[in-house]
C-alpha cells in the first residue's frame, strides 16, 4: 500500500525519506531532519541538533543525487541531497518548522531554548531574520524550567506559538509574514506543557504533552474556553501531535501509544493501538479512501489505519507497515 502514498518522511537518525514508487527512496541526508515544511516549490526541514541548522532539498519532485533504495543504506555512499549550505535556526534543538501562507517566511521553534527564528526565504535563498525570545517557566520541574517553543502556525493573520515550558500561546502580530517582537501571551493551564495545535476555522485545539489534555481557545477572545482529557487508555499520556478534520479531532498518545478520536463536543469516541510512541502523523487521501498515516519513533515503523469518512467518522486498525529508522515527521505529497 505504501507504493501508493506519496510521503515524505522525516527522521531522528540522518534520513529523510519519500515513498510513492515501488520502493521507498532516500531523499536528502542530514543529522536528525526531524520536521519538515513545503514553501516556494521547495522542501525545508530542522536539523534538531544542539546547535539547530535549517536546510533546503529543492523541488522534492525527483530522486535526490545518489537516490538510493531505503534498505540499502547501511554503509552506502551518498550525495546529502542538500539545495545549498545549512543555515543556523538561531538556538538550540529545533523540532518544528512552518511556512508562511504564501512562502515568503520560514518559522522555525527551538525546543531547547525556546527561540522562534522567522526567516525570509528570497530568489537568492534567505534574506531578513527575526529571533523571537522568551523567558518564564511551569511547574512541571523537570519539563519547564525554561521556555520550550514547540510548535509554530500563522492563524487569521497572526504566528502563534506553542511554548511547552512556559504554558503559554505567543500570539504575534504578522505584517506580511513578518512578526512584531511583542506578542500577546495566552495562559494555558499551568502543567499542560502545551505542544502543538490544530485550528478549526474559530478556536485552537491544543494538545497538553505533559497533563494529556486538550485546550479550545478561542481565536476572537483569545482565553481558554474549555480544557478535557484526551485519553483513557491504558498507560502514560504524553500527547503529540493534533489534527482537526472533518468534523473531528484526533490526537497522537504517547505511552498508550493510541490515537484518540475526538467528536465536536470533544467528547473521546474511540482509542486506537498504534505504533510505539506515535511522534507525528498525517491524514492522507488515497485511491483506496483516506486514511491516517502514523510515524512510530520507538518501532522504527511507519504505519497505516484506515479512516471511515462516509457517515461517523472512524478510524480503523493498522493494515499497513513500513520500517523506517525513527521516524518524526509524516509529510503527504503537497500538502505539509
Given at each position: ?6 510521503l ?27 520536521f ?28 535526490a ?53 522567522a ?28 521556555p ?113 478520536v ?45 479512516l471511515?469518512?462516509r ?26
Amino acid at each position: 500500500m505504501f507504493h501508493s502514498l506519496d510521503l515524505i518522511i522525516g527522521t531522528g537518525a540522518h534520513h529523510v525519506f519519500r515513498t510513492g514508487g515501488a520502493k521507498p527512496r532516500h531523499l536528502a541526508q542530514i543529522e536528525r531532519p526531524t520536521f519538515l515544511t513545503r514553501a516556494q516549490g521547495a522542501i525545508f526541514g530542522v536539523s534538531e541538533v544542539g546547535h539547530g541548522k535549517i536546510f533546503r532539498i529543492g523541488d522534492g519532485l525527483g530522486p535526490a543525487a545518489g537516490t538510493i533504495p531505503l534498505g540499502g543504506l547501511h554503509g552506502a555512499s551518498i550525495a546529502n541531497g542538500l539545495d545549498g549550505e545549512p543555515i543556523a535556526s538561531g538556538g538550540s534543538h529545533p523540532c518544528h518548522i512552518a511556512a508562511s501562507l504564501d512562502g515568503g517566511w520560514l518559522y522555525v521553534s527551538n525546543y531547547g531554548d525556546g527561540v522562534v527564528r522567522a526567516v525570509e526565504v528570497t530568489a537568492e535563498g534567505f534574506g531578513q531574520v527575526i529571533d523571537l525570545t522568551h523567558a518564564g517557566s511551569g511547574p512541571v520541574s523537570d519539563r519547564q524550567t525554561g521556555p520550550h517553543a514547540h510548535f509554530a502556525a500563522v492563524v487569521d493573520g497572526h504566528l502563534v506559538i506553542a511554548d511547552l515550558g512556559t504554558d503559554h500561546l505567543r500570539v504575534h502580530p504578522l505584517i506580511e509574514g513578518r512578526p512584531s517582537l511583542e506578542p500577546m501571551l495566552v495562559r494555558m493551564p499551568a502543567g499542560s506543557g502545551p505542544r502543538h495545535f490544530a485550528h478549526t476555522g474559530q478556536a485552537l485545539l491544543v494538545a497538553g504533552e505533559l497533563d494529556g489534555s486538550i485546550s479550545e481557545v478561542s481565536t476572537s477572545s483569545w482565553q481558554v474556553e474549555r480544557t478535557v482529557p484526551a485519553a483513557t487508555a491504558k498507560g502514560d499520556h504524553y500527547l503529540s501531535h493534533i489534527v482537526f478534520a472533518r468534523g473531528v479531532t484526533i490526537v497522537g498518545v504517547r505511552g498508550s501509544n493510541t490515537l484518540s478520536v475526538l467528536d465536536e463536543h470533544l467528547a473521546i469516541v474511540q482509542e486506537i493501538p498504534t505504533a510505539a510512541w506515535p511522534r507525528h502523523f498525517a491524514v492522507a487521501n488515497t485511491k483506496s479512501g483516506a486514511a491516517v498515516v502514523v510515524a512510530g519513533e520507538r518501532s522504527d515503523e511507519v504505519v497505516r489505519h484506515p479512516l471511515e469518512i462516509r457517515g461517523a467518522v472512524r478510524l480503523g486498525e493498522i493494515t499497513d507497515r513500513i520500517k523506517v529508522p525513527t521516524p518524526m515527521f509524516i509529510g503527504v505529497g503537497e500538502e505539509f
